[in-house]
RNA sequence: GGUACCGUGGCCGAGAGACUAGGCAGAGCUCUGCAAAAGCUCGUACAGCGGUUUGAAUCCGCUCGGUACCUCCA
């Protein structure tokens, strides 16, 4: 995999064989998640599953930033109508958890399975006010006015041998301290580079909390290492975030870390996914692009043409390789619907042929093989850097060979019976243990297969009309179901097929 | 201004010195009562200009265009 650290692919080697401790940045939940953050993580689930696939046990920690320095979207605008701002006034802790729910409902319809812990930083206060309390005692921060800032200069210095500053990112201390920006609490910061660990709350903020230096809040750095450490340790194995979050979060976190643990790098790979743009750009609050993913869902947004389920985003995210940015569009992403529906349909197709009917051996040698290397493959390009598109490309080969099978253009003799049972196999296990995806059109959860008895006795009166060749009825039932989204389809073999 | 990165056929997107990536859309054909689905076939793309090389989309240089980070950010 390729660490952002080296700036180089290196092989996966954990640091207690057979354990994983993972950490990935987690949303800040002061308002509503948005199709950039499906993207990291889709990515670390993958991930996740592809470790625990291979055998490891993982520890994932994904944090929650339920604290610090941030205000409910949308209520500047509210607070034009001032009177009634106040009486609408939410409890900070209740802001938060709306958006933390809205934030797991919507990683569950993405099917990502939970993190083995998920911290928040507002759960956390206190090992935080621990590690800065260690920090100063080191003597890498000092306060000013009941914040607390981190030392950089003298961390550069003293850990340029170790950690140096600036490694993760590429950046140059010299160049940094030249940049003119004027920033909130800057004339606080002995440097321009340092960056907050804790910080005063003024009077009107909405998040505070008791500490050593008087009232306040955790800065954003502080909390990945506070709770990085506590779950996993003083060194983990993979660090993972959006590629947004190198600098000056990573950066920071690190040498954070490396003070408080002798010097130690925090984590051994450190991996971020690229960002998903709109128009060729980044998604983002500040950009006013922003396309939530509520509104995906629902197809609510002046931008969209359509509603789009939420297989389809994890496949559109899937179809390209994590490291490089993904361009929205509907033209794409209506793409990506339909090529998941003929995919998942040539995986129920291929679920339903009975391996014992194939020979022992192949009666088509070099198709057999072909079909052997494609699958073997799989495993090949996912630890060639999380490829999952050249995995996904390849079940696209695949996908002709067994809907030729079904359809009669390639004989069941073709294929050994190993060969149809390694497929099955692998290909379940790939596309949904690995993957996670599910199927794209499956009936709500909630009917129970009523819809599936309905639809059959549609089908029977159907194939009642043609029996006596009333073409006109088989057409008017096919068509108006057609209307409803449901597609039937006559097989070659006389049964009749439906989809959604 | 500093530091990186990117520019692939109508759209999305892999690849990275010689090999058809793949998907969607489009065209033709086969099957079919019709349709859909499926299968088969097709387009021969790598910003421009130079250079290195037997050979470059892939390496080097320049030009043009774009993006990201340097501030909260997935």
Redesign the pocket.
């Known amino acids: 995999m390729y660490n952002s650290y080296t700036r180089s692919k290196e092989p996966f080697q954990s640091i207690t064989p057979g354990h994983v401790g993972m950490y990935v940045?987690g949303?800040?939940v002061s308002g509503e998640s948005h199709l950039?953050?499906a993207?990291?993580y889709v990515t670390f689930d993958v991930l996740y599953r592809y470790l625990t696939h291979l055998g490891y046990k993982v520890r994932y920690v994904r944090n929650v930033?339920d604290a610090g320095h941030f205000e409910e979207e949308g209520r500047q605008a509210e607070d034009k109508i001032a009177s009634k701002a106040v009486l609408e006034k939410l409890e900070p802790m209740e802001l938060v958890t709306k958006y933390t729910n809205l934030f797991r409902w919507a990683m569950k319809q993405f099917n990502n399975v939970e993190p083995s812990i998920e911290p928040t930083a507002t759960g956390h206060i206190v090992e935080q006010i621990e590690m800065i309390k260690k920090i100063m005692a080191e003597g890498y921060a000092y306060e000013k006015n009941g914040s607390v800032y981190f030392d950089v200069k003298k961390y550069a210095e003293d850990f340029k041998d170790s950690n140096p500053y600036g490694k993760l990112?590429?950046?140059?201390l010299d160049?940094?301290l030249e940049?003119t920006?004027e920033?909130d609490g800057q004339e606080e910061k002995r440097d321009k580079a340092d960056?907050a660990l804790w910080k005063k709350a003024p009077p009107e903020h909405i998040m505070r909390w008791a500490s050593p230096w008087g009232e306040g809040f955790p800065g954003?750095h502080i909390e990945c290492s506070a709770m990085s450490s506590k779950y996993l340790g003083e060194e983990f194995d993979i660090h993972g975030?959006?590629?947004?979050?190198?600098?000056?979060?990573h950066e920071s976190e690190i040498a954070q870390s490396s003070i408080c643990h002798h010097g130690k790098l925090m984590a051994r790979y450190w991996l971020h996914?690229n960002?998903?743009?709109i128009n060729?750009?980044?998604?983002?609050?500040?950009?006013n692009n922003v396309i939530k993913l509520t509104e995906l869902f629902s197809g609510h947004h002046p931008l969209l043409e359509q509603a789009y389920h939420p297989m389809t985003i994890r496949f559109f995210i899937l179809?390209?390789?994590y490291r490089?940015?993904?361009?929205f569009?509907n033209?794409?992403l209506?793409?990506?619907e339909?090529?998941l529906k003929?995919l998942w349909?040539?995986y129920e197709n291929l679920q339903k042929l009975d391996a014992t009917k194939f020979g022992s051996s192949a009666g088509d040698a070099q198709l057999d093989a072909k079909v052997n290397k494609l699958v073997t493959e799989f495993a090949e390009f996912m630890n060639d850097d999380l490829?999952s598109?050249?995995v996904?490309?390849n079940m696209?080969?695949l996908?002709?060979v067994i809907?030729?099978i079904?359809?009669g253009?390639i004989a069941t003799t073709a294929l050994s019976a190993a060969t149809i049972t390694q497929l099955q196999l692998q290909m379940k296990v790939w596309l949904e243990d690995i993957f996670g995806l599910q199927n794209p059109s499956a009936a709500g959860a909630t009917d129970d297969g009523k819809l599936g008895g309905v639809i059959e006795v549609l089908i029977q009166l159907r194939k009642e009309a043609?029996a006596r060749k009333d073409?006109q009825t088989?057409?008017a039932i096919?068509n108006q179901l057609m209307t409803l989204g449901i597609?039937?389809?006559?097989e070659?073999d006389g049964t009749v097929s439906w989809s959604m």
């Open positions: 940045c949303p800040t950039g953050h993207r990291p930033t990112s590429g950046r140059v160049d940094m940049t920006r920033l960056f954003w975030g959006g590629m947004d979050l190198q600098f000056p979060h996914n960002m998903i743009t060729g750009k980044k998604m983002g609050k500040s950009y179809q390209s390789h490089s940015t993904l361009d569009g033209e794409a209506q793409g990506s339909k090529a003929r349909e040539a490829n598109a050249k996904i490309a696209f080969e996908a002709p809907n030729g079904k359809g253009q043609k073409y088989s057409d096919r597609q039937l389809k006559d070659k």
